[in-house]
């Protein structure tokens, strides 16, 4: 036995020293796929490539560079939420004065929401107190849309505004199940702000309002024509949260503003924040949550509700080791004002990396070929995702930043930004597949 040894050391004495020699070669080719490519040369590409267990780089092109990163800024966002609101989050804040309850939003986005676990607890200290109940909305200090929205996108699911105390997700569900069936609304409070609009023209069904409404008026086909579910925004004042909150709870709840009154004794219902959540952020690419979530981070910072606030917090305590300045301001991406260069993204990608375990980023993050905005793209030939990445899309704008399994059984963090497309994403996101997959096999 002791014979072998020497063999034994020098075989894995080669073998060791052949692994930096096929890592140039397969970084050499990866180098090519990059700056030869007929697509990524007609575009604005940057791409970052690093290994987090030895802490360095492996590929940067034009990783120092900023583009406009669209629904990446939701990885900031989630990291954010992880470190201020950690297990939990502040569902409502309230005080009791004299028989009356005064109560308040955190910005939490779960309060009645269809799709998410429901807060029985909260719910039932509402729905029981015999005291008068108020609502008070005086520790919003932020606008409904964020900085560099599209405004006039207002009517769209995707741009629900942001508010206070956000309630069933600051949208309505209208849906008709049957021909011939009349259109349900949920919540039902806007059932009777329904009405029909015999001008609305439109082969498919329509539910519309006009910006400062909340009624919402219906076309013929909506009625009369197949099956459909739509999800429309309402537009948020402190008086419709007061009547939606009488409506569900059964019970009158008046308006008021808070800071009138003396200094109260104030008591905080609390509640966990559940991994669905944080699915829904990522999976989904949910503005809403996204948007109340950095609202719920500055309230727990400040008492009051800024995104602008809790961005200025994360930027000076949780973000200052960045490598590059984060031009950053609103937590979906939809504003076009985020500028973010591809070797921060892996910064705060390894931030999470360091303080959550794989098993929590995978289920978190979209997985290639399973679920979320990458369920058709990057699995293996087992239909095994490799990919657990988070996508960002604006018109011209495609960015894929997250986790790479290797074959080896490496994990990688990348960052892959385009900027300035003008032929649709198929050709950018055929390219990044064969480079990822590249990486996936010789690394």
């Keep these: ?37 007929e697509v990524f040369s007609e575009i604005f590409t940057g791409f970052a490539l690093y290994d987090p267990e030895q802490e360095r780089f492996l590929m940067e092109k034009d990783a120092g560079k900023y583009f406009t990163p669209a629904s990446n800024t939701k990885i900031f966002t989630l990291y954010t939420a992880l470190r201020v609101l950690g297990d939990s989050i502040p569902a409502f804040r309230y005080a009791v004065t004299g028989d009356s309850m005064v109560i308040w939003g955190t910005g939490d986005p779960m309060f009645l929401h269809p799709a998410l676990p429901g807060d029985t607890v909260g719910l039932a200290l509402l729905k029981d107190t015999t005291c008068q109940l108020f609502f008070s909305a005086h520790n919003y200090k932020d606008e409904r849309f964020g900085p560099g929205w599209a405004w006039d996108d207002y009517g769209y699911s995707y741009q ?73 925004p309402f537009n948020v004042t402190p008086t419709l949260i007061a009547q939606l909150l009488s409506d569900t709870l059964h019970k009158p709840v008046g308006c008021l503003d808070l800071t009138h009154l003396p200094p109260l004794h104030v008591k905080t219902h609390y509640r966990a924040v559940p991994d669905t959540l944080y699915r829904k952020l990522m999976q989904e690419s949910d503005n809403f949550i996204a948007e109340q979530l950095l609202l719920a981070c500055s309230e727990k910072i400040s008492g009051s509700q800024s995104t602008a606030e809790a961005i200025r917090y994360a930027q000076d305590s949780l973000y200052a080791g960045l490598p590059d300045r984060l031009l950053w301001r609103d937590g979906s991406g939809l504003s076009r004002y985020n500028l973010f260069t591809p070797r921060t993204m892996i910064g705060v ?15 978190v993050f979209p997985a290639g070929g399973v679920s979320g905005t990458i369920e058709d793209l990057y699995a293996n030939s087992q239909g095994e995702p490799y990919v657990f990445a988070k996508t960002g899309t604006l018109s011209n704008k495609h960015c894929l930043s997250g986790y790479l399994l290797t074959a080896s059984g490496r994990e990688l963090i990348f960052s892959f930004m385009h900027n300035n497309y003008v032929q649709g994403t198929a050709p950018v996101k055929k390219e990044m597949q064969q480079v990822l997959e590249y990486i996936r096999d010789n690394f």
């Design 1 to 37: 036995m002791k014979r072998c040894l020497p063999i034994f050391f020098l075989l894995i004495s080669a073998a060791l020293m052949a692994q930096p020699e096929q890592e140039d070669k397969s970084l050499d080719i990866l180098y090519r796929m990059l700056y030869e490519s």
């Design 160 to 232: 629900p505004e942001k508010s206070s105390f956000p309630l069933y997700g600051n949208q309505v569900y209208f849906s008709r199940t049957k021909t011939g069936e009349g259109i349900s609304a949920y919540p039902p409070y806007f059932r009777q702000r329904l009405v029909y609009n015999p001008r609305m023209d439109g082969t498919y069904p329509q539910i519309l309002r006009r910006e400062y409404s909340n009624d919402f008026e219906y076309n013929d086909p909506a009625l009369s024509g197949p099956p459909f579910g739509r999800t429309r």
């Design 349 to 363: 990608l390894d931030l999470i990396w360091q303080e959550k375990p794989a098993a929590w980023r995978h289920s």
